[in-house]
Structure formats: structure tokens, C-alpha cells
């Protein structure tokens, strides 16, 4: 079994800055993709970014591309995005995921909520 913990979420004015962090506990995360995905609400939940278990390969939705950085920290079992330029469409809950890459293994962290006030 896998946990997961988001941190970081608040409220932030438009052009600003938030970094969210997420905790894995149960196994070690370095056997798997982490990424981050959010929903908006009345939104479906969408991806947002992911990166490999090297932290060699990442990969961003087109909305937040240039502005969101993904990072990760196996020896602390950590992923982090940092999102700078930060707009009111970018306001959702923001959760964590770690799946692996056979696609049989996929946990949610419980979300963080961002708002972003114009």
C-alpha cells in the first residue's frame, strides 16, 4: 500500500509563485512515474505533469508548459511542482500521482487546493 501527501496549496494572487509537495510512504517511489494532475471544479481531472523514475524524462500539459516545473527527490520519496506566473485558470485542487509503468499499480494522493485570485 502507498500513501501519498500533498503540501503546499493556498491561496496566491495572479503572477505569483507556489511550490506543492508530495510525500510517498509504504514503498520506495523510485520504481515508479510521478506526476501531478487537478481538477477545477465542474472539471473532469486532468494531467498536469509527470516525470520517470530517473528524473531524466518529463512531460507537461500545454497549458502550463514553461511556467510549471516537475522535480523529484527519490532518496526523500518526494515529487515537487513548482509553479511560477501563476493565473485564476490555473485555481484546482492539485493531487499527486505515483503509478507504475506496466500500469497496474496507481495511487492518488487526497489533493491540495490552489486558488489563484486575479
Known amino acids: 500500500q502507498v500513501q501519498l501527501v500533498e503540501s503546499g496549496g493556498g491561496l496566491v494572487q495572479a503572477g505569483g509563485s507556489r511550490r506543492l509537495s508530495c510525500t510517498a510512504s509504504?514503498?520506495?517511489?523510485?520504481?515508479?512515474?510521478m506526476g501531478w494532475y487537478r481538477q477545477a471544479p465542474g472539471k473532469e481531472r486532468e494531467f498536469v505533469a509527470t516525470i520517470g523514475r530517473s528524473a531524466i524524462s518529463t512531460a507537461y500539459a500545454g497549458s502550463v508548459k514553461g511556467r510549471f516545473t516537475i522535480s523529484r527527490d527519490n532518496a526523500k520519496n518526494t515529487v515537487e511542482l513548482q509553479m511560477n506566473s501563476l493565473k485564476p485558470e490555473d485555481t484546482a485542487i492539485y493531487y499527486c500521482n505515483l503509478r507504475s509503468y506496466e500500469g497496474d499499480i496507481n495511487y492518488w494522493g487526497q489533493g491540495t487546493q490552489v486558488t489563484v485570485s486575479s
Open positions: 509504504g514503498r520506495p517511489s523510485s520504481d515508479y512515474k
